[in-house]
């Protein structure tokens, strides 16, 4: 399959849908955070749409992962740009682990919350550091290639072409 040059409207209103919801989901984690704490203390917690917010962002943030990685192997994906293999590589590493954090991190929220399932929720809680690594390394690279490649690579999250 040939590689697009682009990614289309629909692929880039997904990584930046998720980009905010994963960024929301750090904002306001505080919520289910002391829901957890207070349920497996065996208190009784009420209501909180913070934590209902967070819940149906981390579902939303697996459904556009999914979403994406089902166009990507329908239409495949532009080519890696870098100066050097080992960058391509370790922009391909990166990528691969943000897709399986969107996935596991949800799954594992879930199996914790729903499931009352305690090594799901440390699992999260570790998971959570290495996805907020990831999308640092992901920003830096982004920023890389504009200011210091000036390869316009940024641009493909940008506008949509073919």
């Known amino acids: ?10 692929q880039i209103a997904l990584h930046w849908g ?8 750090y904002l306001f984690k505080d919520a289910i955070a002391a829901a957890w ?12 749409p913070l934590v209902l917010a967070h819940v149906a962002g981390g579902a939303l943030v697996m459904l556009f992962a999914l979403w994406r990685l089902s166009i990507r192997a329908r239409r495949g994906a532009p080519a890696m740009v870098g ?17 399986a954090l969107m996935i596991l991190m949800p799954l594992s929220g879930s199996m914790a919350w729903f499931g009352g399932v305690d090594l799901a929720a440390q699992g999260h809680n570790v998971l959570k550091i290495v996805l907020l690594a990831l999308v640092a390394l992901h920003f830096v690279g982004s920023l890389y290639h504009h200011f210091v490649l000036k390869d316009g690579l ?3 999250m940008r506008r949509a072409e073919g």
């Open 1 to 10: 399959m040939p590689s697009p040059k682009g990614y289309t409207r629909l």
């Open 18 to 25: 998720a980009a905010l919801l994963i960024v929301q989901q």
């Open 37 to 48: 704490d207070a349920t497996t203390k065996g208190l009784e917690t009420t209501f909180n």
């Open 83 to 99: 100066d050097n293999a080992m960058q391509r590589a370790l922009a391909k590493a990166a990528h691969v682990g943000l897709y």
């Open 154 to 156: 940024i641009n493909r």
